[in-house]
């Protein structure tokens, strides 16, 4: 159960230096202009707000990662930034696109109720 929960982690890990990647370098490119619906202009004139978004996302990915890599003592880590992932990803959705509650805080929520169940 611990490897699933584990791997669980690590697609939300991954799925934040996707959201990093997307923020922080693609932006105002044609990808993220076509994934954020996003015309030239806006993109243009919130890059740099956009890369700090990223770098946030970056941080809770690390976070993920830290967890995992301690084993049974990364416990209260991974519960943290999996929280930490859960409320950015419901003000995301209350304040921008209620996808935002299935693509972040979904996968997230799973991850943190397995791993409680698994303790």
């Known amino acids: 159960m611990n490897t699933v929960v584990n791997l669980l982690i690590a697609l939300v890990a991954l799925l934040h230096v996707y959201f ?3 923020e922080m370098f693609l932006w105002d490119k044609p ?4 994934t954020f619906r996003l015309t030239q202009e806006f993109a243009t004139a919130s890059k ?21 890599c301690l084993g049974a003592h990364g416990f209260s ?4 930034f999996l929280a930490c992932v859960i409320v950015a990803g419901i ?5 921008a ?6 693509i ?8 943190l109720a397995l791993l409680l169940i698994a303790r």
């Open 48 to 68: 740099a707000l956009a890369a700090n978004q990223g770098l946030y996302n970056g941080f809770l990915a690390a976070g993920l990662a830290w967890g995992i």
């Open 31 to 34: 990808f993220g202009i076509k």
């Open 97 to 102: 696109s209620r996808k935002i509650l299935f």
């Open 20 to 22: 990093l990647v997307l």
């Open 104 to 111: 972040q805080a979904m996968p997230a929520a799973i991850a």
């Open 91 to 95: 003000f995301g959705a209350l304040t």
């Open 77 to 80: 880590i991974k519960v943290f």
